[in-house]
């Protein structure tokens, strides 16, 4: 059986070590390599980045043992989210098989009473305030209810909130009964449900990429100085526009430890171009499967182009329509407004979007930036 990399994670909390260290000689004495920070892993000098090398540790494991108890553990204010919960998200990134005990008392509590209360309060909150609450507003909003167990820290709520929207089996843990460690891993490991880590190797050619660069930069300066008196066919133009964006992952980053990936997005489906002429946005263009209408009206708030068009020259946004389960890309250079249409993967919703829109506006906008700025580059000489 090949060795496997077992992280083995907690907060420091007394009634945790104990199962900490005998899952940890259970592991060895099968013929396996767990990681823990009181055995082998640390701690590290001064000078090291502890949380760094953490998540290093995580990303070369095999398995993740989580072990969650009634304290949250170290909250870091960069990320906006405690060390143990970053282990928990990169290890879910790196797609780890995730093992997770939590207490059984508080594991009851929060499946009959903590989570009907938090999913009560975020769609309150998304309804009023137009964006997903923080952690610190669950954590407060919790706070508030003195029916809760006190001796259970606010974060540990919120930590097995998003166990459950990661769909993450949560296993029951009684702190005074032992676990035959022995018997778990062995039927574990011999139902192969471990996948070693694959590697990955990334090849760049830095000679190319300096000539792309530069050719790059001589077309930003020339074509400013070009006048451009329009469109032959435009429906041509958006079409090679439209082909050329490429769907993508949208990664939600917490400070500059942690990243996940929180959703997809399809290829460019659809694409449509509109002029401002006098009140209203009128259709200069559209293929694909766009529907937009001839003419908005520059007081119509319910439709995106207008609402572009009133963020001023050179901006950008990405909207998000559940009922057609779309992002909208939408730039305005000028009097001139272009939308672009990606179809979102099945997972999203409304409410994921407003929980991750920045994320989703980075990723779609950042996604071709040369490409974009090119466009806008050719767009804004076409404002007679």
Known sequence: MARTKVFISSV???GLKPLRRAAFRELVSLGHDPLMWEENLGPWPAHIDSIKKCLEAVEACDIYLLF???KSGTYNAASGITVTHME???AHEQGKLILVFADTEI????????KPLIDQFIDQYINDEERFPSPLHIMDFLSAYHTIPSNVEPYVWYFLYDMTLRKIYIDDLSLGVPIDWKAYFSDLLRRGS?????????????FRLEQFDEAVDLLYQLIPQLEITGLQQSEEFLEVIKSRMAGGRIEHSYGSYVAE???????CCAATLYRQEDDCLRLVAKVGSAAGAACYKLDDHSSYNVLTYHMGDQEEQVFFKASKNMFYYCMRTGN???TLHFPADPDWDYKKFIHYKEAANDAIISKNPLMIELIKLILGGMQS
Do not use: A, R
């Open 336 to 338: 001139l407004v272009l």
């Open 107 to 114: 594991k009851s509590v929060f499946f009959t009473i903590i």
């Open 12 to 14: 420091n909390e007394d």
């Open 261 to 267: 990936t929180v959703g997809f997005y399809g290829e």
């Open 68 to 70: 969650l108890g009634s």
């Open 88 to 90: 928990f998200i990169k």
């Open 194 to 206: 471990l996948l070693l880590p694959l590697e990955q190797s990334i090849e760049q050619t830095s």
